[in-house]
């Protein structure tokens, strides 16, 4: 099993920033790729970014020029610096990672969630 603790999350004015960090622990035999998705209320779940090993990086259109994704792999950690925050960017934010737990099986793990309000 693969755990996801997440923090940063809180409350922010329109403008201002948020950094948002996850680390993965457990049975880790190579990360894969590592994300952020988020879900605002009455929304579907979506993807804001993720980066791979090879530190492809994909980015919601919604948030591109204003979110930063980057990874630390010695530490298995992903980071999601949110800029110029907007309230529309409310939402409860969840780590995610695709990782081996072995040399042949790998699987998608979720955080339990970070609330993130943007208030106007």
């Known amino acids: 099993q693969v755990q996801l603790v997440e923090s940063g999350g809180g409350l922010v004015q329109a403008g201002g920033s948020l950094t948002l960090s996850c680390a993965a622990s457990?049975?880790?035999?190579?990360?894969?790729?590592m994300g952020w998705h988020r879900q605002a209320p009455g929304k579907q779940r979506e993807l804001v970014a993720d980066i791979n090993s090879g530190h492809a990086i994909n980015y919601a259109d919604s948030v591109k020029g204003r979110f930063t994704i980057s990874r630390d792999n010695a530490k298995n950690t992903v980071y999601l610096q949110m800029n110029s925050l907007k309230p529309e960017d409310t939402a409860v934010y969840y780590c995610?990672?695709?990782?081996?737990?072995?040399?042949?099986?790998?699987?998608?793990?979720w955080g339990q969630g970070t609330q993130v309000t943007v208030s106007s």
């Open positions: 995610t990672t695709r990782t081996y737990y072995s040399t042949t099986s790998w699987d998608e793990y």
């Open positions: 457990g049975s880790i035999f190579r990360v894969i790729s």
